[in-house]
């Protein structure tokens, strides 16, 4: 048995309940994001200019009470602390402005109650030195989630390493744990997923897997329109970068949610892109024909 070199009173580390597990209801799942239950940390990843910085803007709005942007079916409210630690305050200043003919003068007031920007593009933000992991859990304490944007942006270390990379997991799920907060970390697509086709996957992520394996709070990718995509929907293929697919490349608790493509219009706000696939909208009208009634069609665009 090798020997004890720290204080750790083994102990009086806490123990599950096996007879009350078995006998006594829980309560339910907290789902802050699709895939997301409170107190765990989960990944936003994309490719850089794709649109993560503007939809983790739009999911801190909707978590803080504002609209649902991007109708991810939230309907749990709190505190939200948004780190921008890549884009200057005007950029930020510039997304919130843009975003404006979607909020109701009652969702601001919510919005400016439950939502705290704090930009830090700039600063040599470090988590894995103690002064920063204690100043983002101060501003943690009491929210409902965290978005750090991006996790590049938030650590020194080497991200191919899963040794660092592990700790530094372990810095964000022990704010998670003594704050209750969840955290939703932004990432970067690595250059072979790109290449590949593969950026929907769970391995698209830049760096260590363990950035992706050993997340508890699902992950969500942004992948862009390929020309193919572009054609099987009816979009103009000059048009095709204004569009970006939203999939759920990793769910550990509920039913990962469906594939949706996001249209980005005027300012750069993402919505919801109502448009279908050339097969699907024939089957649909051959099924409506078959049924004795018109398919309902949707709006490409």
């Not at 794709?50 to 109708?71: C, F, M, N, Q, T």
Request: aromatic content about 4%.
């Amino acid at each position: 048995m090798p020997t004890a070199t720290n204080t750790i009173n083994a102990s009086a580390l806490p123990r599950l309940n096996i007879r009350e597990a078995f006998n006594v209801a829980p309560p339910p799942l907290d789902f802050v994001l699709p895939g997301m239950i409170s107190g765990t940390v989960g990944a936003l990843v994309a490719q850089g200019g794709a649109g993560k910085s503007w939809a983790a803007l739009e999911l801190a709005i909707a978590v803080a009470g504002g609209p649902d942007l991007l109708e991810m079916g939230i309907e749990q409210h709190g505190r939200v602390v948004y780190l921008p630690a890549e884009d200057p305050t005007l950029a930020v200043s510039h997304r919130l402005y843009a975003a404006r003919g979607a909020v109701e003068p009652e969702a601001l007031d919510r919005l400016v109650e439950n939502m705290e920007i704090v930009p830090l593009m700039g600063r040599s933000v470090d988590l894995m030195t103690p002064e920063w992991a204690s100043a983002i859990e101060e501003l943690s304490d009491g929210a409902r989630l965290l978005v750090i944007d991006t996790l590049r942006r938030f650590h020194q270390a080497d991200e191919n390493s899963s040794s660092d990379m592990a700790r530094l997991l372990g810095v964000l799920e022990a704010i998670c744990t003594r704050t209750g907060v969840s955290v939703l970390f932004l990432h970067h697509t690595g250059k072979s997923a790109a290449m590949n086709g593969a950026g929907d996957s769970q391995q698209a992520s830049r760096g260590s897997s363990v950035l992706v394996d050993n997340v508890r709070g699902g992950q969500i990718n942004l992948i862009g329109m390929t020309e193919a995509e572009a054609r099987a929907h009816r979009i103009d293929p000059a048009d095709r970068k204004m569009f970006v697919r939203m999939a759920q490349a990793k769910a550990n608790f509920g039913q990962p949610m469906a594939d949706k493509w996001l249209h980005r219009v005027e300012g750069g706000l993402l919505v919801p892109a109502a448009i279908e696939r050339i097969e699907d909208a024939k089957g649909a009208e051959a099924q409506g024909q078959q049924e004795g009634r018109p398919a309902r069609r949707r709006a490409h665009g």
